[in-house]
């Protein structure tokens, strides 16, 4: 009896863990299936988005690229993409999203790849105006004044007024970038220490922690 009731034990215990195996091996597939379908979608929405900017924009000529490895380092935020000069990708290029959102500017370039600099930069500026009043000013990375993952719009009025959400678009002023593109959007404002100007903490328009692809413009009509 003893060496049956063994049998059986053993017997069961390789059917549980049969069915632990199969009941893993089939969850394991629904999340393969799940992040498939998700990756479709995700895909599916960059492309309908880069429709839309195309149709609106027919005078981008884009390269789409994917970002092969992140270089940040000492809070300099860059990232390297799979297309260089055989694509013609030039230094000074700007890069958007596919919904036309600024990701940075190409800072140097190889055959087959290219080092993009983001708007998380310092190192950047950017000439920027308030869609929503006119007015302008220049844009940088803001993590010197302890706001890191955020943009900085400085040079604006002592007494100008916004609201939070407005949005911050390219002047196209210099004509490194096309006009309209969304930069950002308003967190709050603040004066500056010399009290004669204010200055205003954005939101990057890019999610970055999500950012797969981009779209590096190689030319564009400069709308005077």
């Not at 063994?6 to 091996?25: C, M, P, S, V």
């Not at 390219?170 to 100007?197: F, H, K, N, R």
């Amino acid at each position: 009896d003893q060496a049956e009731n063994i049998y059986d034990y053993i017997f069961k215990y390789e059917q549980l863990a049969a069915e632990n195996a199969a009941l893993r091996e089939q969850l394991s597939q629904i999340q393969s299936d799940n992040r498939d379908a998700a990756s479709i979608k995700r895909e599916n929405d960059r492309l309908r988005e880069l429709l839309e900017l195309t149709k609106e924009h027919a005078d981008y000529e884009l390269v789409d690229s994917y970002i092969i490895s992140w270089n940040s380092m000492d809070w300099s935020y860059s990232f390297t993409v799979s297309k260089g000069t055989n694509a013609g990708i030039q230094t000074g290029m700007c890069a958007i999203t596919e919904s036309g959102a600024v990701v940075g500017v190409v800072t140097e370039v190889g055959s087959n790849y290219s080092v993009i600099t983001s708007v998380l930069d310092s190192s950047l500026d950017i000439s920027a105006t308030i869609a929503s009043s006119g007015y302008s000013g220049i844009v940088r990375g803001s993590y010197a004044s302890g706001q890191m993952g955020m943009l900085r719009m400085d040079y604006l009025p002592a007494e100008c007024e916004l609201l939070g959400g407005d949005l911050v678009v390219t002047s196209g002023l210099g004509g490194y970038y096309p006009s309209g593109l969304v930069i950002g959007s308003v967190e709050e404002v603040q004066m500056d220490d010399s009290g004669s100007a204010s200055y205003a903490i954005l939101t990057p328009a890019v999610n970055f922690a999500e950012l797969v692809q981009v779209f590096v413009i190689k030319s564009f009509d400069i709308v005077p």
